[in-house]
């Protein structure tokens, strides 16, 4: 049977296309426009701490989780005299060793989180997935213990699916982005440890970037005021202020900035015990700055991890670029 040239364009036509997918090098999950706010205050003999997570119509990516820091470096016993059901009317997921976790219960208004509870790693979870432009609020941590400054995570959603095509050693190509490199982490208020109630106000400083391979004293060395967290978007701004706080013991001459470029390494006079406001000047886009201080040379032994390293590195990813908050509705 001879084909003619119309019916060969037909069956052209007709046969399925080719799917390509994305390069997983261009994904960008983007939630550091994402605001976190908390409301406390005492009821019923409890410390209420309220919190609201505004994702703003400019994000890319989904908010999948917030959680944060609950864990207490000394034995708790608390928990025994601690009833969580007087304080919050549904029970919640509790996964933690009550032996490191201040006593607290968690709940959430109806619609916010889809899950909540307390996690294996002694922090409270509350799981949103909250595409941009919509708020979660109500989230609610009720605790007999005062408040503290906690470390909180926002993490993106990054379900790995057909639109991209990963490589199968995607894990050994640092180019090929991962959730930790779109994940904000900051500083926000919290429920203190049993024995941690502070009389007089301490002021809220965020010891920067937390990598596992650093000590509480090496991570320590750089404090800071502003920011109080490592991702952020800066709308309409042309220049970020850094306010950092020097420990005693650094290195003041190992004190370097990334990248090296436009002086900026200048604007900064790091002196044991100090600190200091910088403002560091911002062009459009994505911009990383990386602070790296050495202990100082006789303080090396407390401040040395178990790979022997003695500095504090901290890395701030600051998107500069118009970002209109627009909330649309409720999260889930």
């Keep these: 049977m001879r084909i003619t040239e119309k019916a060969l364009l037909l069956i052209v036509s007709l046969a399925p296309l080719p799917v390509f997918a994305d390069d997983p090098r261009d994904r960008d999950e983007d939630i550091s426009a994402t605001t976190l706010a908390v409301e406390v205050h005492q009821e019923n003999g409890a410390w209420h701490y309220t919190y609201t997570v505004e994702a703003p ?17 000394q034995p708790v016993s608390e928990w025994e005299v601690f009833d969580p059901s007087m304080h919050v009317a549904n029970a919640f997921d509790d996964y933690s060793d009550h032996a490191a976790t201040t006593p607290t219960a968690i709940a959430a208004a109806w619609g916010q989180a889809y899950d909540f ?16 432009g919509n708020v979660a609020n109500g989230l609610l941590l009720v605790s007999p213990y005062g408040p503290k400054l906690r470390t909180y995570w926002l993490r993106p959603d990054f379900m790995v699916s057909e639109q991209w ?24 208020h ?5 024995g941690e109630e502070i009389e007089e106000p301490e002021p809220d400083l965020f010891d920067g970037s937390v990598s596992p391979w650093q000590t509480e004293e090496t991570n320590a060395l750089l404090r800071y ?18 306010h950092v706080h ?4 650094i ?12 002086g900026i390494r200048r604007l900064f006079n790091p002196e044991p015990g100090t600190d200091e406001e910088v403002r560091i000047p911002l062009d459009k886009g994505l911009s990383k700055l990386k602070l790296t201080v050495r202990v100082m040379s006789g303080d090396k032994g407390k ?4 790979k022997g390293l003695d500095r504090d590195v901290d890395v701030f990813e600051f998107r500069a670029e118009d970002v209109e908050v627009k909330v649309r509705g409720a999260g889930k």
């Design 165 to 188: 095509d990963y490589p199968e050693d995607a894990e050994e190509q640092p180019d090929i982005p991962t959730a930790d490199d779109f994940t904000v982490t900051g500083v926000i």
């Design 117 to 132: 509870g307390l996690t294996r790693r002694n922090d409270a979870m509350f799981a949103l997935d909250l595409a941009p």
């Design 251 to 262: 290195d003041a001459s190992s004190f370097k900035v990334e990248p090296v470029r436009n």
């Design 303 to 306: 401040g040395k991890s178990r």
């Design 57 to 73: 119509a400019t994000n890319k990516g989904t908010i999948q989780f917030l959680n944060i820091d609950l864990a207490c470096d």
């Design 190 to 194: 919290g429920p203190a440890c049993p």
């Design 225 to 242: 005021a502003s920011p109080l967290r490592d991702r952020f978007a800066r709308p309409d701004e042309d220049e970020l202020l850094i």
């Design 246 to 249: 020097y420990a005693e013991n």
